[in-house]
């Protein structure tokens, strides 16, 4: 035999030396089957902000009323907007199909709704619940509009 060629065994002897399953397909199967489905994002949260993304105490606060509800952060749609800058209620239930949209800081004209209600009240529009409550900061330091915002969440979810 020459040390530069190579030697191939028989497929028989190969097969030999794997009696066991390296991979089994069944299990495989199943594991697709049973792995998290990646839920649509039902939720979508609005927030009039200037600088275009969360600070830290906010984004803190945000995640412990999300917690509050049994949610996570990464469990909704997050978009911070300016209230003159904000996209409309039509863009935003064609591009994310939210069940519930909840405005921090922000108006029923400022995302072009054709109504007006008060904050911490539920209105539904087209599919759509709708809540519109204070800045985040405000609610913080507030806590009567805590309580107030949890009611309401609890009756959204």
């Known amino acids: 035999m020459n040390n530069n060629s190579p030697y191939i065994l028989p497929a028989e002897l190969i097969a030999s030396l794997y009696k066991d ?6 299990q495989v199967q199943k594991d697709d089957k049973n792995a998290e489905q990646v839920e649509p994002k039902n939720t979508l ?4 902000h200037t600088e275009g993304k969360l600070n830290e105490k906010q984004s803190a606060f945000l995640s412990a ?4 509800c049994k949610m996570e952060l990464y469990e909704v749609n997050l978009i911070c907007c300016k209230s003159s800058n ?10 994310l199909s939210p069940k519930n949209i909840i405005a921090f800081g922000l108006t029923p004209t400022d995302i072009a709704l054709p109504m007006i209600f008060p904050a ?3 209105q539904s529009f087209e599919n759509v619940k709708y809540t519109i409550a204070p800045l985040l900061e405000e609610i913080e ?5 805590k309580m107030k915002l ?5 009756q959204l979810f």
């Open 150 to 154: 949890w009611g309401t969440l609890q």
């Open 120 to 122: 911490f009240q539920i």
């Open 65 to 68: 009323i999300l917690k509050a």
């Open 45 to 48: 949260i609005l927030v009039n």
């Open 21 to 26: 399953i390296l991979i089994d397909d069944q």
């Open 86 to 95: 904000c996209p409309t209620y039509q863009e935003l239930a064609s591009s």
């Open 141 to 145: 330091q507030d806590k009567s509009l």
